[in-house]
Protein backbone atom coordinates (compact mmCIF):
# COMPACT_ATOMS: atom_id res chain seq x y z
CA UNK A 1 0.00 0.00 0.00
CA UNK A 2 2.70 2.55 0.78
CA UNK A 3 5.34 0.78 -1.22
CA UNK A 4 5.59 3.73 -3.76
CA UNK A 5 6.00 6.31 -1.29
CA UNK A 6 9.16 3.88 0.76
CA UNK A 7 10.49 4.17 -3.12
CA UNK A 8 10.51 7.85 -3.26
CA UNK A 9 11.76 8.42 0.05
CA UNK A 10 14.73 6.14 -1.10
CA UNK A 11 14.81 7.49 -4.29
CA UNK A 12 15.30 11.37 -3.08
CA UNK A 13 16.10 11.40 0.12
CA UNK A 14 12.90 13.63 1.42
CA UNK A 15 9.50 12.39 1.30
CA UNK A 16 6.27 15.17 2.09
CA UNK A 17 3.02 12.75 2.89
CA UNK A 18 -0.72 13.85 3.63
CA UNK A 19 -1.76 12.26 6.40
CA UNK A 20 -5.60 12.43 8.09
CA UNK A 21 -4.99 10.32 11.26
CA UNK A 22 -7.94 9.04 13.65
CA UNK A 23 -6.74 8.76 17.14
CA UNK A 24 -7.56 6.80 19.92
CA UNK A 25 -8.04 3.41 18.12
CA UNK A 26 -7.27 0.00 19.00
CA UNK A 27 -4.26 -0.41 17.18
CA UNK A 28 -1.51 1.93 15.68
CA UNK A 29 -2.16 1.39 11.63
CA UNK A 30 -1.62 2.58 8.05
CA UNK A 31 -5.03 2.00 7.09
CA UNK A 32 -5.74 3.06 3.39
CA UNK A 33 -4.65 5.68 1.18
CA UNK A 34 -7.08 7.73 -0.61
CA UNK A 35 -8.07 9.29 -3.92
CA UNK A 36 -6.18 12.33 -3.51
CA UNK A 37 -3.09 10.18 -1.79
CA UNK A 38 -4.04 11.48 1.47
CA UNK A 39 -2.86 8.24 3.51
CA UNK A 40 -5.04 7.23 6.42
CA UNK A 41 -3.47 6.07 9.53
CA UNK A 42 -5.18 4.79 12.66
CA UNK A 43 -2.90 5.82 15.82
CA UNK A 44 -3.75 4.00 19.37
CA UNK A 45 -3.00 6.67 21.48
CA UNK A 46 -5.22 9.58 22.54
CA UNK A 47 -4.70 13.57 21.25
CA UNK A 48 -3.73 14.44 24.48
CA UNK A 49 -0.28 16.38 25.40
CA UNK A 50 1.09 15.58 21.88
CA UNK A 51 0.76 11.21 22.33
CA UNK A 52 -1.17 11.27 19.52
CA UNK A 53 1.90 12.52 17.70
CA UNK A 54 4.79 11.14 19.23
CA UNK A 55 3.08 7.26 18.16
CA UNK A 56 2.65 8.99 14.55
CA UNK A 57 6.57 9.38 14.31
CA UNK A 58 7.22 6.15 16.20
CA UNK A 59 4.67 4.76 13.33
CA UNK A 60 5.92 6.23 10.48
CA UNK A 61 10.27 5.75 11.78
CA UNK A 62 9.04 1.94 12.05
CA UNK A 63 7.37 2.26 8.54
CA UNK A 64 9.55 4.15 6.69
CA UNK A 65 13.13 2.63 7.71
CA UNK A 66 14.04 7.16 9.01
CA UNK A 67 14.97 8.08 12.07
CA UNK A 68 12.26 9.61 14.21
CA UNK A 69 14.45 12.97 14.63
CA UNK A 70 14.22 12.96 10.95
CA UNK A 71 10.38 13.00 10.62
CA UNK A 72 8.63 16.71 11.81
CA UNK A 73 4.94 17.50 11.60
CA UNK A 74 5.03 20.83 9.01
CA UNK A 75 1.37 21.77 10.12
CA UNK A 76 -1.39 20.21 12.08
CA UNK A 77 0.21 19.42 14.61
CA UNK A 78 -3.27 19.93 16.49
CA UNK A 79 -5.50 18.32 14.14
CA UNK A 80 -6.65 15.06 12.42
CA UNK A 81 -4.91 16.35 9.20
CA UNK A 82 -1.54 16.98 9.03
CA UNK A 83 1.53 17.09 6.57
CA UNK A 84 4.29 15.57 7.23
CA UNK A 85 8.30 15.53 6.23
CA UNK A 86 10.76 12.52 6.17
CA UNK A 87 14.25 12.46 5.82
CA UNK A 88 16.01 9.43 5.08
CA UNK A 89 19.95 9.80 5.31
Known amino acids: MIEKYIDKLN ?3 ELYLRLKINPGS ?10 D ?3 K ?3 A ?9 KELIKLLSKQFGADKNN ?3 ISGAGDRLK ?6 L
Open 11 to 13: KNS
Open 26 to 35: AKSKIKDVMA
Open 37 to 39: ETI
Open 41 to 43: INI
Open 45 to 53: AKPEKGKAN
Open 71 to 73: IKI
Open 83 to 88: LVKIIK
